[in-house]
């Protein structure tokens, strides 16, 4: 097949290059725009990223104006209503869904690196009493460098998978250990006779003199939330794993860094400030206030849990959450809670309200996480960081897909300059 190419003209100099297109196989085509700075001196110049692509990728698939998510070719749907997290993390980094023996096999896997280095342990006690568990996060995770120094080999693709499964095995021991701390509670070891989303709650909800009572709609919601939140494309955090790890750094290192952008409120944080601004707001009948402030352009507030970048539709996960949402407060008879009332109140009044509906500015996966976790009684400052572990798979099957690539590079994007142009220096007196 001829190649397709588009035609760019400086129309100061009428110079032109043909850029060649990059084929999708499914959604939009890119454009390969490596000939612009050669033949033309131009660089393209895009802040945020918003018609960037800045890799080839076959893990995850989003279109926004449809309102569609697949991880390899199938449908969110489809995964949150019959798959589990473990299963969702084979598929994303091997590329297939596993047979009933791969997937005995990951999960012996992953229960066999649950345990971590107990030098480890005592990072947790050098943190304030009252450290934000997502900076404990970042920094027990990037600390992980420093007892796995094989992991080093970034180059070696058995050793990336020992990583692979290190990093998905024992995040729920560090997070756990992350809230135990908050709490002054006992560290709780993991318990390889339970599943990985069981092992987690155990290991965050249960103390040494009591047995740990594991209640399945927790385990349900959990898993759901673990599904829907496993893998995104290259939004931020991702973008940032992608970025960090080009240098080839360890992966526990790489990860650290995603952990880092996705505590953002603008990003993962998202459902922790969701919480904040339920609280804020306080009742229902103070809600036309909060609306008011967002749509004020000289206040900064905005509604938290509403928007996003790539969904100009509702966000499909949000669609699936939102159901489960309903049911559990539903279950859980608490839909008459002032929070989640106003909560549920916010969500109507922004579905119907003329500036969210002409921004297409629907409540998104976050806002409904944030419900969810805190009608399981989950204290607000570990929301994100329930986020890092579902995003863990995604991340680290994103980072091995670029570290396999045959030309893989350290990424580097260039800049318009704008600063002074070259001036000479002048003495301390002379200024
Ligand atoms: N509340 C009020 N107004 C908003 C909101 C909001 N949550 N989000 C966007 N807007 C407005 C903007 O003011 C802007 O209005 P204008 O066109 O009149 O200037 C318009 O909608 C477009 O907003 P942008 O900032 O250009 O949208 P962008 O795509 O850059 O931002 C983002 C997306 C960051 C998610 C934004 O919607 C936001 O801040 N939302 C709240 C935080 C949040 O929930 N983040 C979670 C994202 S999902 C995730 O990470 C899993």
């Known amino acids: 097949m001829e190649k397709q190419t588009i035609t760019a003209t400086d129309n100061r100099t009428g110079k032109n290059v043909e850029l060649p297109l990059v084929a999708s196989s499914h959604g939009a085509f890119g454009i390969d725009v490596r000939e612009l700075y050669k033949g033309l001196d131009l660089l393209s110049f895009d802040p945020g990223f918003m018609s960037t692509a800045s890799c080839r990728s076959a893990i995850t698939y989003i279109d926004g104006d449809a309102g569609l998510l697949w991880y390899r070719g199938y449908p969110i749907e489809q995964l949150a209503d019959h798959s589990s997290f473990l299963e969702v993390s084979y598929l994303l980094l091997a590329g297939e869904l596993p047979n009933a023996a791969h997937l005995d096999r990951f999960r012996e896997i992953i229960t066999h690196h649950t345990m971590v280095h107990e030098g480890v342990l005592k990072f947790y006690q050098g943190f304030r009493h009252d450290a934000h568990p997502m900076a404990i996060m970042l920094g027990v995770v990037g600390a992980l460098s420093a007892f796995y120094p094989d992991a080093m080999d970034v180059a070696d693709p058995a050793c990336r ?172 008879d608490i839909r008459g809670n002032p929070l989640f009332k106003t909560a549920l109140e916010l969500e109507r009044i922004a579905l119907e309200d003329e500036y969210f509906v002409n921004r297409q500015l629907y409540p998104n996966v976050d806002f409904y996480s944030g419900i969810i976790l805190k009608a399981l009684g989950i204290d607000t400052s570990m929301f994100t960081v329930i986020f890092v572990l579902a995003r863990t798979a995604g991340w680290i099957a994103q980072w091995m897909e670029m570290m396999a690539e045959p030309d893989q590079r350290i990424g580097r994007p260039r800049q318009i300059y704008v600063g002074q142009t070259q001036r000479d220096y002048l003495p301390l007196a002379e200024r």
């Not at 006992?186 to 318990?191: G, K, Q, R």
């Not at 965050?204 to 919601?221: D, S």
């Not at 080009?246 to 400030?273: D, Q, Y």
């Not at 206030?289 to 509702?314: C, E, P, T, W």
């Open 161 to 332: 998978m020992t990583s692979a499964y290190r990093l998905i095995a024992k995040m729920p021991t560090l997070a756990a250990g992350a809230y135990k701390y908050l709490r002054g509670e006992p560290f709780i070891y993991p318990d390889d006779s339970l599943g990985y989303i069981e092992n987690f709650l155990r290991m965050m909800f249960g103390l040494p003199a009591t047995p740990y009572k594991i209640n399945p709609v927790m385990v349900r919601a959990m898993e759901t939330i673990f599904i829907l939140h496993a893998d995104h494309e290259q939004n931020a955090s991702t973008s940032t794993v992608r970025l960090a790890g080009s240098s080839r750094v360890n992966p526990f290192a790489t990860i650290s860094a995603g952990i880092s952008s996705l505590w953002g409120p603008a990003h993962g944080g998202a459902n922790e400030a969701v919480l904040h601004m339920l609280k804020q707001i306080g009742d229902v009948k103070n809600i036309p206030q909060f609306i008011a402030r967002a749509k004020d352009k000289n206040d900064s507030f905005r509604l938290m849990g509403f928007g996003h970048r790539v969904y100009k539709q509702y966000d499909p996960r949000a669609r699936i959450i939102r159901k489960s949402c309903y049911d559990l407060l539903d279950d859980l």
